[in-house]
């Protein structure tokens, strides 16, 4: 009886196979994990959702202008609009045309806000924060738990 020889894999083959294979899973989770965190926007050296805490404004509505009174010491780049009707809560968009610095109070046109059939109108402040990374500046929209309530 004649006998086959077996042969394998080179030791380098499957050495150079297994690295192969490890750098493309770790890559992987890599792309995943980044996508997953997202990026982290920042102000005043912190995470900016601390940052919403601490802003104070008072909001008035009429004739379709939207007037916002910033009584913190945090700037508000613009704001968010949000109606919450019988049928929940719906995003009418975002204003975002001039920032209202401190102690300052500044008029915005929101002609998306209409009152008939809605329980209440949130305002939610938008913040801009930096991204380190990145050295660029992003537009944040603070929670809706943040917001002041129009009437």
Known sequence: MKRIAKRGLSPIIATTLLISLVVILSTVIFIWARSYFGEQITKFGGPIEDSCKNVDFSVSFSGGILSIANNGNVPIYGVKIY???TFGTNDLGDITTK????GKTGE???NMINN???NKIVVVPILLGVIEEK????AFACDINYGKNIG
């Open 116 to 118: 008939n059939n809605v």
């Open 135 to 138: 050295e660029e500046t992003k």
């Open 108 to 110: 915005m046109r929101a």
């Open 83 to 85: 109606e919450e009707g």
């Open 99 to 102: 920032v209202i610095f401190p």
